[in-house]
């Protein structure tokens, strides 16, 4: 995959270009006001968001949506609804009504070449936001604007440390993992970084005795571990990708009479509203922030690049650990 820290930098203009209708459910109107630079011209920007498949999903929605509407650009947003043809069917819909930048959070790292190379002949700079694609031409996008999750698979192991402390586990450790879509980033990175901590300082100790994919929704993560608890019914961990997948599985350990943070001890990532719920009611011990509200770094990319500027840099979010006696005090403040 392609590393995450070494992005080149594509300085590059408009110019026409042709394309494909976008099968995408597509929002085209502008959600502009003043004009975003470059004279009195507004910068169209073509957006491809993955889905709304989680909370975290739909608060990055509205941070995109909500700062393009103040930087004055017009926004042509399109919904994959998780699914890479529709993706590939919109950015090609951008190319062909000239947008000024593209930029998308691709549903899976692989299999963007040919639409990449469409965009690049068109002279549209694309952006990729939250998520990585593995390709050998780095000069197909221009930057990252997202998270590192391989580290924060690291830190969730870490976190997962002090959680086995705090409620005095000793001995072998059994690990459940709900893993993000298959093929997806974070998915990818999030289980490579666990798996570096856990190899490197828990090899005689934990053991992941179990992993699926619940696809980053609510109703995969019920599912998944209701299958889980069938197979393993003595799991005493699970390591969920986001927060959703873990509130789901909650529901599953539930209804199969266990208690959620206390027989199986509960780790995920992102840091959502619900997920933080959770965890001050004590069915969460820790979460792994993933912050979704990359707008307004993006629109700063999308001025730069559309002013001639260049972008040399893998532009990172802040983000931060918490446990069950930070819930309570974080939960007023999350505003996703």
């Known amino acids: 995959m392609l590393n995450r820290r070494n992005f080149l930098t594509a300085a590059v203009g408009v110019a026409a270009a042709t394309g494909l209708a976008a099968c995408a ?18 910068i169209t920007l073509g957006f491809s968001q993955v889905g709304s498949e989680s909370g975290w999903r739909s608060a990055n929605t509205d941070s995109i949506k909500s700062a393009a509407k103040e930087a004055g650009y017009n926004l042509k947003f ?5 699914k890479q043809e529709n993706q590939i069917s919109a950015i090609r819909s951008y190319i062909a009504q000239k947008v000024d930048v593209i930029a998308f959070s691709p549903v899976v790292v692989t299999g963007w070449d040919a639409v990449l190379k469409e965009a690049k002949a068109a ?13 050998k031409d780095e000069s197909l996008f221009v930057t990252l604007v997202g998270s590192d999750f391989t580290d924060e698979g690291r830190r969730a192991a870490k976190i997962l440390e002090k959680v086995l402390e705090k409620a005095g586990h000793k001995g072998k450790v059994k690990i459940a993992q709900l893993e993000g879509t298959t093929g997806a980033a974070p998915a990818i990175e999030r289980a490579k970084g666990f798996k570096e901590v856990m190899d490197a300082e828990h090899k005689d100790d934990w053991k992941i005795v179990v992993s699926q994919t619940g696809d980053f929704t609510r109703a995969g993560g019920k599912q998944v571990m209701a299958a889980f608890l069938q197979s393993n019914p003595d799991i005493d961990v699970l390591f969920a990708h986001n927060d959703d997948m873990g509130i789901g599985a909650i529901q599953a350990i539930e209804a199969a009479g266990k208690k959620p943070g206390k027989d199986i001890l509960i780790v995920t990532v992102d840091g959502v509203k619900d997920g933080f719920i959770a965890m001050s009611e004590g ?33 990172k979010t802040k983000e ?15 505003k996703y």
């Open 25 to 42: 459910k597509e929002d085209g109107g502008g959600t502009g006001g003043s004009s975003g630079g470059g004279g009195d011209k507004k």
């Open 78 to 82: 399109s919904d994959a609804q998780q």
């Open 283 to 315: 069915k969460i011990n820790a979460i792994v922030e993933c912050n979704p509200l990359l707008g307004p770094q993006l629109m700063e990319v999308v001025q730069t690049v559309k002013d001639g500027g260049t972008v040399d840099r893998w532009i």
């Open 320 to 334: 931060s650990d918490f446990m069950q006696d930070q819930a309570k005090d974080a939960l007023p403040t999350r």
């Open 123 to 135: 002279k549209i700079p694309v952006i990729l936001t939250d998520r990585s694609v593995e390709t």
